[in-house]
């Protein structure tokens, strides 16, 4: 078995296409070579070691890769003239992981690996530049010491105990920067970290390059299954089995001096999708200083330094003198960089995320991959693919992911309340749209308060799952490609970063910009599409869609096959939908209106009535509510089938369990308050979710089934009196025997002819039913024979088939999940293997007893990407969703389709 790939010079034992084995980063550095862009030599190790690593352990998987890797490592010698390990010209190399999806900044890079108190020496006479040698040790040893041997402290109180001592050189220096440092102090802390290393782990830091290199490797398989790797891979749904791979590559310096640079560039705008390179760069600075956000980095292009400028409110002068971009400082370069970005981008035809280094006056690519942006962009970017002839129309649509279009849908400010507010501060639009929240300080105290704001410095990757609860992010250092904005791109959150005037006081909990303190709580409102931060909470709404939004879902229409219908109780709900393209309700729960101002009261009065007659009073008064309720969302989805659903939650969530409102209804209903409480008991239940609900009621009730069907057939007459095209549906809910479907579909029939003869007029109208009992999805073929049309209910489906409590789920479900027994939470993402079998034999089943039968699904899974291409699979007519969920669902469809 083949563990290492080797690539450099224009050769590559690997491609773009085995990303699976070499990781991303590792498939793109061998086609670079292979197309010929400029890489420092290096090697892969697989991802599959990875997995043997957790298996075997260290001491067989190193016996396992050492012929390859000495091999591998003498190949890069061969090709730089250098041999590791050596005292006079030592090869230093990059260690840094990288799997199939690219997982930014989650895991950890080690730089400068090889050098020890005799390589610098020999780094120092080779480079001529005893300062660089030195700062690249001392580097070294800080990332190996946090990295490998654990020294990096665990709380977030405690500081690196690395950094602790540059502030204490510092101090005792009577100096600011790093770059003030002296040799002979580069030196001092040298030896200071070792001495901590020893204090901390009991051992000297490793003097073999070998040593130090396999120490490497096994610290980024560690990193696999670090907490912050974790959090990120269930955040994006990437499996644990896949593990990293291990890119080991000779070290190129961007800290030679002033002919040195490092950065980040795109190839369009990854916040917007404009068709316009960009990026960061520094002068004489090694990789990490510009995503790290501790030096302020300059822009690559001329016209991106001039906005950034005028952004910063920095005159066009100070601008040239002190922050000129790449374009103005490497013109040459500036030139290759562009060439090669192109290069990357028609290869790959897609936007390229690319890391570079100039060493001396030479442009090296470290790393190509197929850049992250917002939903946006997304769109855009495959759109202008599109228009520009690099993609076709499929490949567009493959292109955009579907939860991403969820971005587009998000809040922009009012456009009212935001003349009104006051900007506090000004960042860079890190990660576009708009949030509101209260300013907490930590990331792990995000849920503190409802909607946060996450305030701090800077972030890093331990702050993920925070960043990720907050409404929005703002930091006070850092540029657009800083650890936030990347993320907060990423996730589609809404970010400012670099907002230089914040004063951020951690212990003290507070913010002051310009002299104005903020406390923990208070609320700020950000624009991460202009970098403003308002001050108070500002009113948000919805954002006006693209064109491109829109053709893209028109598009999808032409490949799907579900059709796209929507769960809406209300007739705004249903506008809202159809706006967005839904072609019916497959979902109308009657009960969501119940609540609505009179209603509940006759509801109430219903509920205790306790005579068939008293009920019956009570439901005439729902009746004409009911009956315009209908009547308003029928309408707003004329033309299409609108899915109405009998009563199905248990009677209890209807009746008031305080005794303040008790007593209330005891008034209003003229009874003694022991009456009501009594019939309050008597609705309890131990297991309500599994009790007297769904077609139960209209069993042990008739003329609950009776009133609504009254008023779904006498609301679609009236409609068709006035020239609109009502076609309800009505559903059966809980359905687990034949019988019961029998019986309410009799009671339904025989109202609706009831209604018909008393109107002197007909309507079309179906009768089907919910698959959401086990059962009713095992006998699907008896009740197929009877029924119009299925809808399958997986939220109810999915409980009952795990019997799990969709209620309750939340106290046993983090420990499934991180035990490994559930991937998912199955109330969110459908369970294929189990509740799908289900679905499948039920729409099987009920397909062979009436090949007509419609079918659908109309549980919360409805909405979701890996459930609607089950769906597409086993051939339902349509999914139904929550109305914003619509253009998702659209598009899922057609990529379901393709
Ligand atoms: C279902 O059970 O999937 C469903 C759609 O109904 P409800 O969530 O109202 O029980
Ligand atoms: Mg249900």
């Not at 003329?703 to 009505?730: C, H, S, W, Y």
Request: proline letters at 4%.
């Amino acid at each position: 078995k083949k563990r290492v790939y080797t690539f450099g010079n224009g050769q590559a034992e690997g491609k773009a296409d085995m990303k699976d084995l070499l990781g991303g980063k590792g498939a793109n550095l061998a086609e670079m070579n292979l197309i010929g862009v400029p890489v420092p030599p290096g090697f892969t190790i697989t991802t599959e070691v990875c997995t043997e690593y957790n298996q075997l352990g260290r001491d067989k998987v190193v016996e396992l890769l050492k012929p390859e890797v000495e091999q591998a490592i003498n190949n890069i010698e061969k090709l730089t003239g250098t041999k590791f390990g050596d005292q006079e010209n030592p090869l230093l190399v990059s260690v840094r992981s990288g799997a199939r999806a690219s997982m930014p900044g989650m895991m950890d890079t080690i730089l400068n690996l090889g050098l020890n108190d005799k390589a610098v020496e020999g780094i120092a006479r080779k480079s001529g530049n005893e300062w660089f040698a030195w700062d690249s040790y001392r580097r070294f040893v800080q990332m190996y010491g946090d990295v490998v041997l654990g020294m990096k402290p665990d709380s977030k109180e405690e500081i690196d105990p690395f950094e602790k001592i540059i502030e204490e050189l510092k101090h005792e220096k009577g100096i600011k920067l790093d770059t003030e440092f002296s040799v002979a102090d580069l030196k001092e802390l040298v030896s200071r970290f070792k001495v901590a290393v020893k204090e901390k782990t009991n051992n000297d830091f490793p003097v073999s390059a070998w040593e130090q290199l396999w120490g490497a490797v096994m610290a980024v398989f560690n990193s696999w299954n670090n907490h912050r790797a974790i959090y990120y891979r269930r955040l994006n749904n990437i499996p644990d089995e896949w593990g990293t791979a291990v890119n080991v590559q000779a070290m190129v310096f961007g800290n030679m001096g002033n002919s040195s640079a490092t950065g980040v560039a795109f190839s369009r705008d990854a916040a917007t999708g404009e068709n316009v390179f960009n990026g960061e760069y520094l002068i004489n600075a090694q990789g990490e200083d510009v995503v790290a956000g501790i030096r302020t980095p300059q822009e690559i292009t001329i016209e991106g330094s001039r906005k950034w400028a005028k952004l910063q409110g920095v005159s066009e002068e100070e601008r040239r003198e002190k922050y000129p971009s790449l374009e103005e400082t490497m013109p040459e370069l500036y030139k290759q960089l562009y060439a090669t970005q192109q290069k990357l981008e028609d290869h790959y035809r897609d936007m390229q995320d690319m890391e570079f280094t100039i060493q001396e006056g030479k442009l090296w690519l470290l790393q190509t991959r197929n850049g992250k942006r917002t939903g946006a962009a997304m769109v855009k970017i495959a759109m202008d693919l599109l228009r520009e002839g690099k993609i076709d129309e499929k490949t567009a649509l493959l292109r955009i992911e579907p939860e991403k279009l969820d971005e587009l849908l998000h809040p922009v400010f009012d456009t009212v309340a935001i003349r009104a507010a006051n900007v506090l501060a000004k960042g860079l639009p890190a990660s576009p749209g708009a949030a509101t929240g209260r300013i907490i300080f930590f990331a792990d105290e995000a849920a503190k308060f409802d909607e946060t704001i996450l305030v701090r410095i800077e972030t890093s990757p331990e702050d993920l799952e925070g960043m990720n609860i907050a409404k929005g992010i703002l930091t006070a250092r850092g540029g657009m490609t800083s650890h936030a904005a990347v993320v907060a791109r990423g996730m589609g959150k809404c970010c400012v970063s670099g907002a230089g005037a914040l004063q951020i006081d951690y212990k003290a909990r507070t913010l002051t910009i310009n002299g104005k303190v903020f406390n923990e709580g208070d609320w700020i409102s950000l624009n991460g599409s202009t970098g403003e931060v308002y001050e108070g909470k500002v009113q948000t709404k919805m954002p006006d869609l693209s064109g491109d939004f829109n053709t893209i879902l028109e598009a999808s229409n032409k490949y799907a096959k579900l059709k796209v219908r929507t769960n809406a109780d209300s007739p705004k709900d249903a506008k809202a939908a159809r706006d967005f393209g839904a072609e019916g309700i497959g979902l109308c729960r009657t009960e969501h209106m119940f609540f609505e101002g009179e209603r509940i009261k006759a509801m109430r009065e219903m509920i205790l009535a306790s005579t068939t007659e008293g009920r019956k009073r009570a439901l005439a008064k729902l009746l004409p509510y009911q009956r315009s309720d209908f009547e308003g969302i029928l309408e707003a989805m004329a033309g299409y089938g609108v899915t109405i659903r009998l009563l199905d939650p248990p009677l209890h969530e209807f009746v008031p369990h305080q005794l303040a409102t008790q007593r209330e209804l005891a008034q209003e209903m003229g009874v003694g308050i022991e009456v009501i409480k009594a019939k309050v008991d008597s609705l309890e239940e131990f297991n309500p979710m599994l009790g007297h609900r769904g077609c139960r009621l209209g069993i042990t009730y008739p003329e609950i089934t009776e009133m609504q069907t009254r008023a779904i057939i006498e609301a679609a007459l009236n409609l068709k009196a006035k020239g609109v095209d009502a076609r309800p549906e009505i559903m059966i809910p809980l359905v687990g025997t034949i019988k019961e479907f029998r019986m309410q579909a009799e009671v339904i029939r025989s109202t609706a002819e009831k209604v018909f003869a008393e109107r002197n007029d007909r309507i079309d109208y179906k009768v089907g039913t919910m698959i959401e009992i086990p059962r009713a999805a095992l006998t699907a073929d008896l009740i197929a024979a009877e029924a119009d049309f299925f809808s399958f209910g997986t939220n109810d489906l999915t409980q009952m088939t795990f019997g799990y409590s969709r209620d309750d789920i939340g106290s046993f479900l983090p420990v499934y999940i991180e035990k490994g027994i559930l991937k998912h939470d199955p109330f969110q993402v459908l369970d294929q293997e189990g509740v799908g079998q289900l679905i499948k034999m039920g729409t099987e089943k009920g397909r062979t007893a009436k090949p007509e039968l419609k079918v659908g699904i109309c549980g919360e899974h409805g909405g979701e990407p890996s459930a609607i291409e089950f769906c597409h699979k086993v051939k339902m007519d349509y999914v139904s969703c929550s109305p914003f969920r619509v253009p998702i669902a659209r598009l899922a469809a057609a990529q379901a389709a393709l």
